[in-house]
C-alpha cells in the first residue's frame, strides 16, 4: 500500500536559518506533490503544488524539490521568522497526506 | 469570496448516538472532500464528491459512515451509533474541479469527541 513518511519529531530553528523538512513515500508514483501549512485549530492551508516532471519549485521564501528516483520531497524555508512556526504536511497527489512536521523558529 | 464552512465547530456526544456533520464548499467548487484527523496524525481521507455522485468512497472506515451532497453544494457527513475511535477532527475541503491538480481549500474543521 501506499506510504508516506515525514519527520515527527519537531523541528526547532533559529530565527533567521533556512529550515528544511523531507517528506519520503513507498510504493507510489504520484504525479504531483503539494505541500500544506497547518496551524493550531484550523485547516491546512496549501503552500505549493510540484509536479513529477519538475526538479525545483519556488514561491518567494518557499522552495519544493522533488526527485522521483529517491521518492522524496524536501521543504525549505529561507530566513525563517517565528511566524513560520505551524506543522507541515506533504501530500502525494490530491488525497494521501502525511502526518505532518511541527515547526518551531525560536525568536 | 468566503471559505469553507463548516458546522458544528464542536460537538460532544455519548457512544451509540447519530451524529450529522455539515460542511458548505466555496462557491462554484465542484469537488468536496471529507478527512478525518486524529491528534497528532496525518488526514485520512474518506469521501470525495464530484458534483452530488460520490465516486470515490474507498476511505469510509465502516458502514456507520455514509455523507451526501445536494445541489453540488452542501455536504453532510453522518456517523452513526458513534464509537469513542470516532473521536476526531472531520476536515472538509472543497476545490474547484475534480482531485487532478487543484488546490484543495480546507474549511476549519468539527472536532468531534465521543463519551
Known amino acids: 500500500s501506499q506510504k508516506i513518511e515525514q519527520n515527527s519529531e519537531a523541528l526547532n530553528i533559529q530565527e533567521g536559518k533556512t529550515a528544511t523538512l523531507t517528506c519520503n513515500y513507498t510504493?507510489?508514483?504520484?504525479?504531483?506533490l503539494q505541500w500544506y501549512r497547518q496551524d493550531p485549530g484550523r485547516g491546512p492551508v496549501f503552500l505549493l503544488l510540484?509536479?513529477?516532471?519538475?526538479k525545483e519549485k519556488r514561491k518567494e521564501r518557499l522552495k519544493v524539490t522533488f526527485d522521483t528516483t529517491l521518492k522524496q520531497s524536501l521543504f525549505h524555508i529561507t530566513a525563517s521568522q517565528p511566524a513560520d512556526s505551524a506543522t507541515y504536511l506533504c501530500?502525494?497527489?490530491?488525497?494521501?497526506f502525511g502526518s505532518g512536521t511541527r515547526l518551531q523558529v525560536q525568536p | 469570496g468566503a471559505g469553507v464552512s463548516q458546522s458544528p465547530s464542536n460537538k460532544v456526544t455519548e457512544k451509540g448516538k447519530d451524529v450529522e456533520l455539515r460542511c458548505d464548499p466555496i462557491?462554484?467548487?465542484?469537488?468536496l472532500y471529507w478527512y478525518r484527523q486524529s491528534l497528532g496524525q496525518g488526514l485520512e481521507f474518506l469521501i470525495y464528491?464530484?458534483?452530488?455522485?460520490?465516486?470515490?468512497k474507498s476511505g469510509l472506515p465502516s458502514d456507520r459512515f455514509s455523507a451526501e451532497r445536494t445541489g453540488g453544494s452542501v455536504s453532510t457527513l453522518t456517523i452513526q451509533r458513534t464509537q469513542q475511535e470516532d473521536s476526531a477532527v472531520y476536515l472538509c475541503?472543497?476545490?474547484?474541479?475534480?482531485?487532478?491538480?487543484?488546490?484543495?481549500?480546507f474549511g476549519p474543521g468539527t472536532r468531534l469527541l465521543v463519551l
Open positions: 464528491f464530484q458534483g452530488n455522485s460520490a465516486p470515490d
Open positions: 501530500a502525494l497527489g490530491a488525497l494521501t
Open positions: 475541503a472543497s476545490s474547484r474541479r475534480d482531485r487532478q491538480q487543484e488546490t484543495q481549500y
Open positions: 462557491s462554484g467548487h465542484t469537488a
Open positions: 510504493n507510489y508514483s504520484p504525479a504531483y
Open positions: 510540484i509536479r513529477e516532471n519538475e
